[in-house]
Nanobody
């Protein structure tokens, strides 16, 4: 099965940008539906964006629509999350995850998770 490692988190000011990476190994990430989730302290894990197993469909949470973009590089076997116009409420640990479903938007639908990367947006 695929293994996932996130990177690219950090500290950024309000309005800034970050690009998160999710490096896949073991299998191509295109064999899975992929998603990005985030979890802030004291809160439940929250859906951010998902892309279908065939890459043909994407779904964004309303809170990030128009600011975040999911993409993938087949040659690098890496999934990306471009985050623009960041807000303090985007502060969280961000996780990428893989699901054997065609598309998935709930955490329980994902069986493979990375270790997470911290994103902190200062006001």
């Amino acid at each position: 099965q695929v293994q996932l490692v996130e990177s690219g988190g950090g500290l950024v000011q309000t309005g800034g940008s970050l690009r998160l990476s999710c490096a896949a190994s073991g299998r191509t990430f295109r064999s899975y539906a992929m998603g990005w989730f985030r979890q802030a302290p004291g809160k439940e894990r929250e859906f951010v964006v998902a892309i279908s197993r065939n890459g043909g469909s994407t779904y964004y949470a309303d809170s990030v629509k128009g600011r975040f973009t999911i993409s993938g590089d087949n040659a690098e076997n890496t999934l990306y999350l471009q985050m623009n116009s960041l807000k303090p409420e985007d502060t969280a640990v961000y996780y990428c995850a893989a699901s054997t479903r065609l598309i998935a938007r709930e955490p329980y639908e994902y069986t493979i998770w990375g270790q997470g990367t911290q994103v902190t947006v200062s006001s």
